[in-house]
């Protein structure tokens, strides 16, 4: 066997590994060390990843009271009844944050504003939580405000990894456009307005959902409808919702679970609190919206899908309205796997090899 071969075998073999096993095998040999820095060797595992539900994992932050700073922490997540490996992280830069909040997960890849000291000093950085490198992002032109909505993509047409920025609602007096920062660019610039004066309705806990070459946000416009946003071309598109949703007026968000695009709301009608959920089964064809489940709670004053499991259960994120505490739950009922707190978010994201200090 020729020695050209022999890698092709080591590479099939190492690339289907978990990222901690490879930042260990690193210090096997040099040959191995610079096998697996190879930018090439990283997409291979990267695209092995992404098929493998066993790389996912679940990235959750929540605020240490006693401490008065927040914590970051990954888990595996392979069932409902299983949570495996908790891992407190380090934070980027080694700062202690008084507060942050993750925008998005994209390729391993993480857009986290941490707040040191005060909320005057903050940071927005480009974090790889499962190697710890991360590097500062240049500040947008115009400020974040606090409900801002983040995504992030890579954009095969020009081969460059893309985020997106789009403020909630709209206002005549103190419009703020959307922004798009190109990673090999280093700055952001404005985005066209849409043809229509809708109002954006996103959160700044939840991403922009990407699929399919676009980003999705629920727009108003005398209706609630879909906005996609073509990141390749910059044109708008829309899709409707099912009829349900734009019958009333409610809490409504744009979500991915295992590659489909999903509708979510929180409803109050008559003293009554419902989370439903709806799939679409065929990409932009509004017959195909499919209702997953409703849940009836209470204490549910809002709820976000984070994560689908192998089984077809979803794990969502909520706010309890009597206790004001952040928790995750199913279908079935609280998932107690995983902690309850004040001021916390979580979101599934693939481990990686990418390195953000190559993308720029």
Same mark, same amino acid.
């Given at each position: 066997?020729?020695?050209?071969?022999?890698?092709?075998?080591?590479?099939?073999?190492?690339?289907?590994?978990?990222?901690?096993?490879?930042?260990?095998?690193?210090?096997?040999?040099?040959?191995?060390?610079?096998?697996?820095?190879?930018?090439?060797?990283?997409?291979?595992?990267?695209?092995?990843? $992404?098929?493998?539900?066993?790389?996912?994992?679940?990235?959750?932050? $929540?605020?240490?009271?006693?401490?008065?700073?927040?914590?970051?922490? *990954?888990?595996?997540?392979?069932?409902?009844?299983?949570?495996?490996?908790?891992?407190?992280?380090?934070?980027?830069?080694?700062?202690? &944050?008084?507060?942050?909040?993750?925008?998005?997960?994209?390729?391993?890849?993480?857009?986290? $504003?941490?707040?040191?000291?005060?909320?005057?000093?903050?940071?927005?950085?480009?974090?790889? &939580?499962? !190697?710890? /490198?991360?590097?500062?992002?240049?500040?947008?032109?115009?400020?974040?405000?606090?409900? =801002?909505?983040?995504?992030?993509?890579?954009? =095969?047409?020009?081969?460059?990894?893309? #985020?997106?920025?789009? &403020?909630?609602?709209?206002?005549?007096?103190?419009?703020?456009?959307?922004?798009?920062?190109?990673?090999? =660019?280093?700055?952001?610039?404005?985005?066209?307005?849409?043809?229509?004066? #809708?109002?954006?309705?996103?959160?700044?806990?939840?991403?922009?959902?990407?699929?399919?070459?676009?980003?999705?946000?629920?727009?108003?416009?005398?209706?609630?409808?879909?906005?996609?946003?073509?990141?390749?071309?910059?044109?708008?598109?829309?899709?409707?919702?099912?009829?349900?949703?734009?019958?009333?007026?409610?809490?409504?968000?744009?979500? #991915?679970?295992?590659?489909?695009?999903?509708?979510?709301?929180?409803?109050?009608?008559?003293?009554?609190? !419902?989370?439903?959920?709806?799939?679409?089964?065929?990409?932009?064809?509004?017959? =195909?919206?499919?209702?997953?489940?409703?849940?009836?709670?209470?204490? #549910?004053?809002?709820?976000? &899908?984070?994560?689908?499991?192998?089984?077809?259960?979803?794990?969502?994120?909520?706010?309890?309205?009597?206790?004001?505490?952040?928790?995750?739950?199913? /279908?079935?009922?609280?998932?107690?796997?995983?902690?309850?707190?004040?001021?916390?978010?979580?979101?599934?994201?693939?481990? *990686?090899?990418? *390195?953000?200090?190559?993308?720029?």
């Amino acid at each position: 066997m020729d020695v050209y071969s022999e890698e092709n075998i080591l590479v099939g073999i190492l690339s289907r590994l978990p990222v901690r096993s490879l930042l260990r095998f690193k210090c096997v040999s040099k040959f191995w060390g610079t096998l697996i820095d190879e930018p090439y060797f990283k997409m291979k595992n990267l695209t092995h990843a $992404k098929k493998d539900k066993t790389f996912q994992k679940f990235l959750f932050y $929540k605020l240490r009271p006693k401490k008065s700073i927040f914590s970051i922490y *990954s888990c595996s997540v392979s069932s409902v009844q299983l949570v495996e490996d908790i891992r407190e992280l380090n934070c980027p830069l080694n700062i202690e &944050p008084r507060h942050c909040i993750v925008y998005c997960c994209c390729d391993g890849l993480v857009i986290i $504003k941490v707040y040191e000291n005060s909320v005057e000093r903050q940071i927005l950085l480009l974090w790889n &939580p499962s !190697t710890g /490198e991360s590097i500062v992002l240049p500040n947008p032109e115009f400020p974040m405000e606090e409900f =801002s909505c983040l995504g992030m993509c890579f954009d =095969s047409t020009s081969n460059d990894y893309k #985020i997106l920025k789009i &403020p909630n609602g709209v206002s005549d007096h103190n419009r703020v456009p959307g922004e798009v920062l190109a990673l090999k =660019s280093g700055s952001w610039r404005k985005i066209v307005e849409h043809p229509r004066d #809708i109002c954006c309705m996103v959160h700044g806990m939840h991403s922009l959902a990407f699929i399919h070459g676009s980003f999705h946000w629920v727009g108003n416009s005398k209706r609630y409808f879909v906005v996609s946003f073509d990141i390749s071309h910059e044109v708008y598109g829309e899709i409707s919702l099912p009829e349900q949703i734009s019958l009333i007026s409610i809490n409504i968000g744009i979500s #991915i679970l295992d590659g489909m695009l999903c509708a979510y709301t929180n409803a109050y009608i008559q003293g009554n609190r !419902t989370f439903t959920l709806w799939v679409m089964n065929d990409y932009g064809l509004k017959e =195909s919206w499919h209702r997953i489940f409703s849940i009836a709670d209470p204490d #549910i004053c809002i709820a976000a &899908p984070k994560y689908r499991f192998a089984d077809g259960e979803v794990l969502f994120w909520c706010l309890h309205c009597e206790s004001g505490e952040n928790a995750y739950r199913t /279908e079935r009922g609280p998932f107690t796997l995983l902690p309850h707190g004040i001021l916390q978010n979580g979101f599934a994201f693939t481990e *990686s090899l990418v *390195s953000p200090r190559l993308l720029t």
